[in-house]
């Protein structure tokens, strides 16, 4: 990775902040016309990483972070079009050779337009992101590069029933002679039916087409080939819950350097509860096999249950706590992860358009190889500014 920068994070923020701090007092207005606007954030954090890797006895580091992003988005039209791009900025105290500059750009358009909670019928979107994190997978910091175009969209709506489509083609692209690159390609459709406008639950079937080829020349891929039954629901499940849920089974077939057939369980959900005006939970889970930069299959199960709170005079604050098993495969399964781990913050909108926040997380990882057995704890703190 590109070492950016012998600066040493201490002493980087307070440019940063100053930085930010100039651009608040200044207000800055970008462009705008009636029919498109152009608005961006500048983010700057520090923090302290207790485990850099993810591994047992790992290194620690101090660590700062600048993204400057810049969006475009389309106004008073039938269409809501919106491009963003941003640049990521890492830099860290000791380990300067994990050091990483992390572009990307993304561009959605949805059909019809409409407030926050209008519903589009038609969705699109392409992206290229380039982004560098522990991988737990292989207990290091790794980059990788993220090319997706995918649609999806009704293709049928009587009024009750719906049938709805989707596809999609994913290229991820972990960087490094030691990892693999993943083509993953997705054609699927669900019938539904609506008893109200808000709410629609359905079938849907997933057609999906993988291979996990090795960047190093010689070197046998694996490819893989899925197709899932799922029973699904969408929407507003009661005027306090809205989001997702689906739950079914994949039957998987895997060609290459090994030749296997599995049955999975595959499910996921993505539920808001709002109890009250100002409090809300967020229950995120899910469960299906994938490709890791190693080049093996993963099978993960994971939930998440967060909550927030906003109180008075800006202030906020959050929790929110991790349980989750993931399986490592080749031919059988040689290495299974249970994770734990939980996290609190608290942000605070200073002038409307300055936010600061300070987040702590932990995390804690027994794993049958003892080198994947790990705890971990990052606190940072932000700055984001939005002009």
């Not at 599995?262 to 808001?272: H, S």
């Not at 299906?288 to 080049?295: E, R």
Request: glycine share 8%; charged share 20%.
């Amino acid at each position: 990775m590109p070492h950016l920068c012998a600066q040493r994070p201490t002493r980087l923020l307070p440019t940063l902040v100053l930085a930010l701090a100039s651009w608040s007092a200044a207000r800055a207005a970008l462009w705008e016309d009636p029919l498109w606007a152009v608005t961006g954030t500048a983010q700057v954090t520090a923090g302290y990483d207790s485990n850099l890797f993810a591994v047992n006895s790992g290194p620690s580091d101090d660590f700062a972070t600048f993204r400057p992003s810049v969006d475009l988005a389309r106004k008073d039209s039938p269409f809501a079009f919106d491009t963003e791009a941003w640049a990521s900025w890492t830099t860290f105290d000791r380990e300067t050779d994990d050091d990483s500059l992390d572009p990307g750009f993304k561009v959605t358009l949805a059909y019809p337009a409409g407030p926050a909670d209008a519903v589009a019928t038609q969705n699109a979107e392409i992206h290229w992101i380039r982004s560098t994190s522990v991988d737990l997978d292989v207990g290091d910091r790794v980059s990788q590069e993220d090319a997706y175009a995918g649609y999806a969209g009704n293709l049928v709506d009587t009024g009750k029933l719906l049938l709805d489509g989707r596809a999609s083609f994913d290229r991820n692209e972990y960087l490094g002679a030691a990892y693999t690159t993943v083509n993953t390609a997705d054609l699927g459709s669900t019938l539904s039916y609506a008893p109200q406008q808000l709410f629609k639950v359905g079938v849907g079937y997933d057609l999906t087409l993988g291979r996990s080829e090795p960047n190093t020349a010689g070197l046998a891929a694996l490819d893989r080939t899925e197709q899932a039954v799922t029973f699904q629901a969408v929407g507003e499940f009661s005027p306090k819950v809205t989001g997702t849920a689906s739950i079914g089974e994949a039957y998987s077939q895997y060609t290459g350097y090994f030749s296997q057939d599995d049955w999975d369980l595959v499910a996921g959900a993505d539920l808001t509860w709002t109890p009250l005006e100002r409090l809300t939970f967020d229950l995120k889970a899910s469960r299906a096999p994938s490709f890791n930069a190693d080049g093996d299959v993963d099978v993960s199960s994971t939930v998440t249950l967060s909550i927030r709170q906003e109180v008075r005079g800006g202030f906020a604050v959050h929790a929110d706590g991790t349980v989750g098993r993931t399986s490592h495969a080749q031919v059988v399964t040689y290495r299974t992860d249970d994770i734990e781990g939980g996290g609190a913050g608290l942000d605070y909108n200073l002038t409307g358009k300055l936010v600061a926040a300070l987040d702590y997380e932990w995390t804690h990882q027994d794993s049958n190889l003892e080198h994947y057995t790990y705890q971990r704890h990052v606190v940072t703190a932000q700055l984001t500014y939005k002009f």
